[in-house]
T-cell receptor
Framework: KAGVTQTPRYLIKTRGQQVTLSCSPI?????VSWYQQTPGQGLQFLFE???????NKGNFPGRFSGRQFSNSRSEMNVSTLELGDSALYLC???????????FGPGTRLTVT | DQQVKQNSPSLSVQEGRISILNCDYT??????FLWYKKYPAEGPTFLIS?????DKNEDGRFTVFLNKSAKHLSLHIVPSQPGDSAVYFC???????????FGKGTTLSVSS
């Protein structure tokens, strides 16, 4: 069974731009969650999507948004990038919730 | 305010000895606790979990202990192996299952 895949793996953007990251979950998994990892804050929960609906949301500004498609693939969008958005963005999938999640390798975003 | 704390950023252990990774939490309403392991350039991998109604869970070389009165949990790895060298994250799931909160991680180095 293929694991969680994320594209692209690395990205460099300029402050003020917007970016879209993609995540393909494990086949059959309907829950997709996004996390931001930074050295100072560790892993922080962004949001969870289940059956194309945002089910849970962490404490991030509205510049961070996401969506999920009917095939469970998910995208995360960050608008008006700030230097502090430089981080590793991780996607995780599971059958139904936040337990037993399988993580992808992440997308390393650098904002200059 | 950090609800899940891993106060030791790093730990060094010799091969064959016990590794003890610690985690403290502030919210007594957490329902599940999980440990993840992360290698560089990979996403976190689920290791072991424990329900708040238990005080111990064991899986091979890995044992997690939960002390609810002290709001403290620990992960024991016995015996430690060089391949265990990684960043270990403690995480807590709230009762509603709507948020998974991670600690900032402890880097374990096992020397041969």
């Amino acid at each position: 069974k293929a694991g969680v895949t994320q594209t692209p793996r690395y990205l460099i953007k300029t402050r003020g731009q917007q970016v879209t990251l993609s995540c393909s979950p494990i086949s059959g998994h309907r829950s997709v969650s996004w996390y931001q990892q930074t050295p100072g804050q560790g892993l922080q929960f962004l949001f969870e999507y289940f059956s194309e609906t945002q089910r849970n949301k962490g404490n991030f500004p509205g510049r961070f948004s996401g969506r999920q498609f009917s095939n469970s693939r998910s995208e995360m969008n960050v608008s008006t990038l700030e230097l502090g958005d430089s981080a590793l963005y991780l996607c995780a999938s599971s059958l139904s919730g936040l337990l037993e999640q399988y993580f992808g390798p992440g997308t390393r975003l650098t904002v200059t | 305010d950090q609800q899940v704390k891993q106060n030791s950023p790093s730990l060094s252990v010799q091969e064959g000895r016990i590794s003890i990774l610690n985690c403290d939490y502030t919210n007594s309403m957490f329902d599940y606790f999980l440990w993840y392991k992360k290698y560089p350039a990979e996403g976190p991998t689920f290791l072991i979990s424990i329900s708040s109604i238990k005080d111990k869970n064991e899986d091979g070389r890995f044992t997690v202990f939960l002390n609810k009165s002290a709001k403290h949990l620990s992960l024991h790895i016995v015996p430690s192996q060089p391949g265990d060298s990684a960043v270990y994250f403690c995480a807590a799931l709230n009762q509603a299952g709507t948020a998974l909160i991670f600690g900032k991680g402890t880097t374990l180095s096992v020397s041969s």
